[in-house]
């Protein structure tokens, strides 16, 4: 069963740190892997796009890394900021499955003064 | 450039009511994907239009259907509503598969369906 999964369910840290959010998938055939970031009440918004060939990508602060051989992924937060607090997405697509998107339940990360 | 506008943002019903949710997709898309997002989770996939016509639908009974205009808007209408069909329902427009850009989705801010 294509499934995604993602930890932790909650996070809270205080502004200025780091963190480290986690992706695993049993999604098959793997087209690409994708993170989002939603924000209460509003739809989500791209972060990265991955294909089976990247291993890391990043966007400002966010460095996403995929390792396809034990289909894990992690988004990275570096420095991180009030605004950073949001849901995070993780979400797969497969092959022949064009946007049939397998999207995880999200982790929510809540930035604190 | 005006992204993905969904309306209305918030709507309440009532059980066995109907209700239709509209979208207008990104400027240059013409591909229109619509998800049901529950209170904690991620999104689940509803069902996509291209052409004016459903071209792939996710695990969803057949109260919900939808149409897709000319100009490449759409609607989803959802009847005899459930208690179970409250929650932010979502529009993501995008380019037709085989276009370069293709794999790039832009999603609305949502409507907020509670059904009482």
């Known amino acids: 069963k294509n499934q995604v999964e993602q930890s932790p369910q909650s996070l809270i840290i205080l502004e200025g740190k780091n963190c480290t959010l986690q992706c695993n998938y049993t999604v098959s055939p793997f087209s690409n892997l994708r993170w989002y970031k939603q924000d209460t009440g509003r739809g989500p918004v791209s972060l990265t796009i991955m294909t089976f060939s990247e291993n890391t990508k990043s966007n400002g602060r966010y460095t996403a890394t995929l390792d396809a051989d034990t289909k894990q992924s992690s988004l990275h937060i570096t420095a991180s900021q009030l605004s950073d607090s949001a849901s995070y997405i993780c979400?797969?697509?497969?092959?022949?499955?064009?946007?049939?998107?397998?999207f995880g339940a999200g982790t929510r990360l809540a930035v604190h003064p | 450039d005006a992204g993905v506008t969904q309306s209305p943002t918030h709507l309440i019903k009532t059980r066995g009511q109907q209700v239709t949710l509209r979208c207008s997709p990104k400027?240059?898309?013409?591909?229109v994907s619509w998800y049901q997002q529950a209170l904690g989770q991620g999104p689940q996939f509803i069902f996509q239009y291209y052409e004016e016509e459903e071209r792939q639908r996710g695990n969803f009974p057949d109260r919900f259907s939808g149409h897709q205009f000319p100009n490449y808007s759409s609607e989803l209408n959802v009847n005899a509503l459930l208690l179970g069909d409250s929650a932010l329902y979502l529009c993501a427009s995008s380019l037709v598969p085989g276009k370069s850009g293709a794999n790039v989705l832009t999603f609305g801010a949502g409507s907020r369906l509670t059904v009482l």
């Open positions: 400027s240059g898309h013409d591909t």
């Open positions: 979400v797969v697509s497969y092959l022949g499955g064009y946007n049939k998107l397998i």
